[in-house]
């Protein structure tokens, strides 16, 4: 899978940089971001969320990518068969939601989630030998692709496009990307977030 290849390149790069080789160390802002940011510049905004059925060995994935006009640039409902914890698929959810960003052509991102343990993580620099540092680690690459990036941790409801898709990805049997179309229930939901 594409995840697991990025986190073992990241992973030799983290046993190299133990090995005393050189590298880039970025510089985090403490207000949540990193890089320039000019706000006549159009920036996008990724919900994203997880979730997991442990006795069955499920997990869902759920992202949205959302314009500053708030126009739908891309969506994904992923399901797992894992047995991994809530907040590993929260940031494996996240680095899939970065990826998505990218391929839609996002430069400027503001990352929103419901999971602190992960929003955090995003500002943390250095070693992460936690068990989602693999992952992390993954992300903080990513990182740095994007022109400009910014994260927030956000209340359940305030993320709830992203939850539904977690939620309804527990019960597909295969992905769901959308770039130019949306499901009807996925418009409805939209409607219904804009509303409230």
Not at 51 to 78: E, H, P, R, T
Not at 154 to 166: C, F, G
Request: glycine content about 8%; proline content about 2%; overall charge negative.
């Amino acid at each position: 899978m594409d995840w697991q290849c990025e986190i073992a390149r990241v992973e030799l790069e983290r046993k190299n940089s133990l090995r005393g080789s050189v590298c880039e160390r970025e510089e985090v802002c403490e207000n949540g971001e990193d890089g320039n940011h000019n706000l006549y510049e159009q920036v996008a905004t990724l919900f994203f969320d997880g979730a997991c059925v442990s006795k069955a060995g499920m997990a869902g994935l759920g992202a949205i990518i959302m314009s500053g006009s708030g126009n739908q640039l891309g969506d994904l409902a992923f399901p797992l068969t894992s047995v991994l914890k809530p907040h590993i698929i929260e940031a494996l959810t996240l680095w899939y939601g970065m990826k998505l960003s990218k391929q839609v052509g996002v430069s400027k991102l503001i990352i929103v989630g419901d999971a602190v343990n992960v929003i955090h993580a995003i500002g943390q620099s250095g070693l992460d030998l936690s068990n989602i540092g693999g992952v992390m680690d993954a992300v903080h690459s990513l990182k740095s692709e994007f022109e400009w990036i910014s994260w927030k941790h956000v209340r359940k409801r305030k993320n709830q496009i992203a939850h539904t898709l977690a939620r309804r990805a527990l019960k597909m049997d295969q992905s769901l990307f959308c770039f130019d179309y949306e499901p009807s229930w996925l418009q409805e939901l939209i409607a219904k977030c804009h509303r409230v």
